[in-house]
């Protein structure tokens, strides 16, 4: 059983429209990070959202933490080629260990 | 500044072999960490430190091994390869531990393959 599921976990979509990608979880975590990981590399960390309701903001990409700090959503708004990758979110948990979602593959088409 | 830093990048091995996979962060982090990521699955962990001498386990320890003698090097040992460890493992460092916010950085990883 998966601790923090991701969906959808493939997403296609053509270059201009909106996504979004969730984080859901039964359990209550300190923080949630997101990632984007590119083919043959490693995540690289987008954002860490660490209250209740958060909302954080980077160019096209929102990222928001539930109020309960059990879930996440991330949203990509006119979506472009360059944003193709995985994309993982991970929550922080006792002891400060990070437990990983799933991953959504998104590819965005010109 | 090299970040971190992880050899080798391809590995094949036969059933029963033993290897180590190096890591080493130049940033003078006391958090490392070793995950491996399989399709569908997400990043779990495998075994983490908090500082030089001290080691633990996480979600998948077994089969693997790991120390910390200094701060910038955490290798990976293998004791008898299977063909269920055939995996990309990330090496990882933070200042201290990621759950509590501070930026995670992952180095390029290791492709493994078991036979």
Known sequence: TQLLEQSPQFLSIQEGENLTVYCNSSSVFSSLQWYRQEPGEGPVLLVTVVTGGEVKKLKRLTFQFGDARKDSSLHITAAQPGDTGLYLCAGGRQGGKLIFGQGTELSVKP | ?115
Request: with cysteine; charged share 15%.
């Open chain 2, 1 to 115: 500044n090299a970040g971190v830093t992880q050899t080798p990048k391809f590995q094949v091995l036969k059933t029963g072999q033993s290897m180590t996979l190096q890591c080493a962060q130049d940033m003078n982090h006391e958090y490392m960490s070793w995950y491996r990521q399989d399709p569908g699955m997400g990043l779990r962990l495998i075994h983490y430190s908090v500082g030089a001498g001290i080691t633990d386990q996480g979600e998948v320890p077994n089969g693997y091994n790991v120390s910390r003698s200094t701060t910038e090097d955490f290798p990976l040992r293998l004791l008898s390869a299977a063909p269920s460890q055939t995996s990309v493992y990330f090496c990882a460092s933070s200042q201290t531990r990621p759950g509590g916010g501070p930026t995670q950085y992952f180095g390029p990883g290791t492709r493994l393959l078991v036979l």
